[in-house]
């Protein structure tokens, strides 16, 4: 329990979300969540597996007059790093300079973080508070993907309190131009292999047609 909070999922299942819930029929259910496994306040080796294969997130933040905010980060897979149970962070690299993500947190630390795998038609969802980090370079270099071409002006440390996963209801299959790359690489390498397998039997029969009768026959 944290604060004034009995379940994890009480961070997103406000007393005003449950009331909505109750009218609309599906507050049961959750209700049998929250006292069953629930929601988990920590990252297990399941969801370290999910987050280090990520290229692509979407950080949530929201400023002190309630305007929310998306940014999206992307990387090589890795580039969203667990540090421990509770705590992710990434190298936050020079973009447009707009830095509204940051003046958000200043204001308010509360932030979201949406992953989702479109080719395994996975999502996950994480709430916590985050902050951004500008004095610490050897945080910043440990961040840094190795031989990624971008330029990493400071990091930003996420906490989990929360995270949930969500049923693949609605998720387009789709896929990363590298994956799709190398399976076309693995299907034409299979099909040459075929090929040269086909020809070097077709080139056996022709050998054992092109044998004159009598030695054919003196073979058997």
Request: proline share 6%; net charge neutral; charged share 30%.
């Amino acid at each position: 329990m944290t604060g004034d909070r009995t379940y994890p999922s009480d961070i997103a299942f406000t007393p005003a979300v449950k009331a909505i819930q109750e009218r609309k029929g599906s507050r049961e259910s959750y209700a049998r969540m929250e006292a069953g496994r629930g929601w988990s306040t920590a990252i297990t080796p399941d969801l370290a597996e999910f987050i280090a294969a990520q290229t692509s997130i979407f950080l949530g933040t929201v400023n002190a007059d309630g305007q929310p905010y998306i940014q999206h980060r992307g990387g090589p897979p890795g580039f969203l790093r667990v540090l421990d149970e509770r705590t992710l962070a990434f190298a936050d690299y020079r973009g447009n300079r707009q830095y509204i993500s940051q003046g958000n947190l200043a204001e308010i630390p509360k932030a979201f973080l949406f992953l989702i795998d479109y080719a395994r038609r996975q999502r996950i969802k994480l709430w916590g508070e985050s902050r951004v980090v500008e004095d610490d370079p050897d945080l910043v270099r440990s961040l840094m993907p190795e031989g990624y071409k971008a330029r990493p002006e400071q990091a930003i440390v996420f906490t989990v309190s929360a995270w949930d996963a969500n049923c693949p209801q609605h998720i387009p299959q789709r896929f990363e131009a590298a994956d799709v790359a190398a399976a076309i690489e693995e299907r034409d390498r299979k099909i040459a292999e075929l090929t040269r397998r086909l020809e070097d039997l077709e080139r056996r029969a022709e050998g054992l047609v092109c044998q004159p009768l009598e030695w054919r026959r003196a073979s058997q």
